[in-house]
């Protein structure tokens, strides 16, 4: 598609497992961002990729959370070990090397029970 | 990193009046100042975005926003607003290929 694509678009687990979410950036888009936005709260920075790399990891909160861009182009985010105050929506965008916008998923709403 | 502030939390304003979101940031470096709407369970729509040149800049929905440099401001007006802009609306801030988000600022249209 030409869009960014995240799975799943819902995700319930209970708490204390551990939960994928994925990312597929639009194609040839180097730059990749998680952010966590929970109710009435604007996006929360969690991990910026430029390509394979974390240029900026600063926003995960904790060691239970851990993103992997292994081939510069989709992306997944880990949380090991999920708390109810994991639940929030996943967001997930991309953009062009020397891009001026980044382009955004429709999300991927955690529900930790 | 850079930040933003969104001063209004939320703003109730009546059909047709103008309305004004405020946005301030903060960055060492020059940045690029975004406007996003996000309508109820839906995703993140750009409105309007500063890159250089013009100070006024002007996006969808009628919606238009002036980078002041010496104040860092960032603000979003609407001359005459409609029930349909009730969302939430989110100042962005980008330096280096790095975003950040305001929080937000709910506006809400009454009729």
């Known amino acids: 598609g030409a869009g960014v694509s995240q799975t799943p678009s819902n995700k319930v687990t209970e708490k204390g497992k551990y939960v994928e979410l994925r990312c597929d950036p639009i194609?040839?888009?180097?730059?990749l961002y998680w952010y966590r936005q929970s109710l009435g709260q604007g996006p929360e920075f969690l991990i910026y990729?430029?390509?394979?790399?974390?240029?900026?990891d600063s926003g995960l909160p904790n060691d239970r959370f851990f993103a992997v861009r292994p081939e510069g182009s989709v992306s997944t985010l880990k949380i090991q070990r999920t708390e109810r105050g994991d639940s929030a929506v996943y967001l997930c965008?991309?953009?062009?090397?020397?891009?001026?916008?980044?382009?955004f998923g429709q999300g991927t709403r955690l529900t930790v029970v | 990193a850079q930040s933003v502030t969104q001063l209004d939390s939320q703003v109730p304003v009546f059909e047709e009046a103008p309305v004004e979101l405020r946005c301030n940031y903060s960055?060492?470096?020059?940045?690029?100042l975004f406007w996003y709407v996000q309508y109820p369970n839906q995703g993140l729509q750009l409105l309007l975005k500063?890159?250089?040149?013009?100070?006024l800049v002007k996006g969808i929905n009628g919606f238009e926003a002036e980078f002041n440099k010496s104040q860092t401001s960032f603000h979003l007006r609407k001359p005459s607003v409609h029930i349909s802009d009730t969302a939430e609306y989110f100042c962005?801030?980008?330096?280096?290929?790095?975003?950040?988000f305001g929080a937000g600022t709910r506006l809400t249209v009454k009729p």
């Open positions: 500063y890159l250089s040149g013009s100070t």
């Open positions: 965008a991309s953009s062009s090397r020397g891009g001026t916008e980044a382009f």
């Open positions: 960055s060492s470096v020059s940045v690029y």
């Open positions: 990729f430029q390509g394979t790399g974390a240029a900026d």
């Open positions: 962005a801030v980008t330096a280096n290929n790095d975003m950040r």
């Open positions: 194609s040839g888009h180097t730059a």
